[in-house]
């Protein structure tokens, strides 16, 4: 009479321990996220501050993206897997961050002379050189010894001169 019993399947060849997730997309999140907060919520970094931000300080964007890689190396030399490199994406990102931050910053530093390229018949035209306006106003009225006179404007000068004549003194008001 023959055996019944069946040998148990071989077991699944064991596989090697995964390396750990990277933790840089978590810090990567965590800033853009403070940075939104900053502006969002308390206003305190307004959008035309994040391009000189940029300029002035890429390079720490390279060296909080090797601490991490760093600590990822370490952390991996402990538990006993081989440590994850960077990566082509990763040497494509260090590129193109290279390229944008030493772009930003030359952008940033340079300090073109805008009063010469707003003097001729074409500078009309060009946005950065904005528009003059002349614009003159008398008023006349009495004016009492000792008075204080206060003028307002959010633009533009105000000449405040007062009349030559002796018994009736009114300042006159000229806007330009």
């Not at 040497?91 to 300090?111: E, K, S």
């Not at 306006?133 to 006179?149: E, M």
Request: aromatic share 12%; glycine share 10%; charged share 15%.
């Amino acid at each position: 009479m023959a055996s019944t019993l069946q040998a148990p399947p071989p077991a699944p060849p064991a596989m090697p321990p995964r390396p750990p997730r990277s933790f840089a997309g978590p810090v990567v999140l965590i800033a853009i996220g403070v940075l939104f907060l900053l502006h969002y919520t308390f206003g305190i970094l307004p959008w035309y501050n994040w391009g000189r931000l940029f300029a002035r300080y890429w390079p720490l964007l390279l060296i909080l993206w090797g601490v991490v890689k760093l600590i990822e190396y370490q952390q991996a030399n402990r538990a006993g897997v081989r440590p994850r490199g960077i990566g082509a994406g990763g040497f494509i990102l260090v590129i193109f961050l290279v390229i944008a931050g030493l772009g930003a910053n030359a952008i940033y530093r340079w300090n073109p002379n805008w009063q010469e390229w707003c003097e001729g018949s074409d500078a009309e035209d060009l946005p950065w050189c904005g528009h003059t306006y002349s614009f003159s106003d008398d008023l006349q009225q009495p004016f009492p010894a000792g008075g204080s006179l206060r003028v307002n404007s959010e633009r533009g000068a105000i000449n405040i001169t007062t009349s030559g004549d002796s018994v009736r003194s009114s300042p006159r008001v000229a806007r330009s």
